[in-house]
């Protein structure tokens, strides 16, 4: 009983929709309705703007952090590199110096065995 009440008093909107325009005017005077709608566009999309523009930021904020973090790696490598040519430097030179230094064991070996 109480759905009949509620629908019969519905007919002289749905009355004057129809009348007014058919379907689409219905759908247009729903829509005019409503003029909130799209102020809560509005305000999300300007929402979205303000939550994109803090990520952006943020983005910004970590890109300048990691380029930082990268020129002192980037300097510590040239270091590294630098220090590995010297110590194989040492290395060829330490090297010859043992060879040297076997060839005169072998010699004074040689001469003691000579001298007895």
Known sequence: MLAAEGLAALYPAITVILGGGGAVGGVYALLKLRPEAGQI??????G???????VIDT???EMGRIV????V???????LLDEAATLRVNNV???ERV?????EIAA???RRENLT
């Open 108 to 110: 004074l070996k040689s």
């Open 68 to 71: 930082a973090r990268l020129d």
């Open 99 to 103: 060879l040297h230094l076997e060839e």
């Open 41 to 46: 566009t509005v305000m999300a999309a300007q």
């Open 93 to 95: 030179a330490l090297r």
């Open 48 to 54: 979205a703007v303000i939550a994109q523009t803090g």
């Open 73 to 79: 790696l980037e300097a510590e490598r040239t270091r």
């Open 59 to 61: 983005m910004r904020a």
